[in-house]
Nanobody
């Protein structure tokens, strides 16, 4: 059974930082691309970032490029999202995603989803 458990969300002032973590089980983590999507109230889900199975390939949405950094620790089956210079428009529920197939470089909405963690940025 696949389990993706996100943590690290919360309330932060604009300009502040948060680090999200996602602990994965039930997936072949060392060969699975991992990533993050988010959904703000009243808006569609949007891709945030993904990291390939080896950690060498990363992708970012234009809206977060230069502010967010994705990383992974294959020894801990955990993926991280460091979020700096947060803006009010980053307020959303952030979801961890794990690829269904091995050796992919990025994730999609068809992959495994966690339950989400709320990030609220106050202006």
């Amino acid at each position: 059974q696949v389990q993706l458990v996100e943590s690290g969300g919360g309330l932060v002032q604009a300009g502040g930082s948060l680090r999200l973590s996602c602990a994965a089980s039930g997936v072949p983590f060392n060969t699975a691309a991992m990533g993050w999507f988010r959904q703000a109230p009243g808006k569609d889900r949007e891709f945030v970032s993904s990291i390939g199975w080896s950690g060498r390939t990363t992708y970012y949405a234009d809206s977060v490029k230069g502010r967010f950094t994705i990383s992974r620790d294959n020894a801990k089956n955990t993926v991280y999202l460091q979020m700096n210079s947060l803006k009010s428009e980053d307020t959303a529920v952030y979801y961890c995603i794990a690829a269904r197939k091995s050796y992919f470089l990025r994730v999609s909405e068809d992959d495994y989803w966690g339950q989400g963690t709320q990030v609220t940025v106050s202006s």
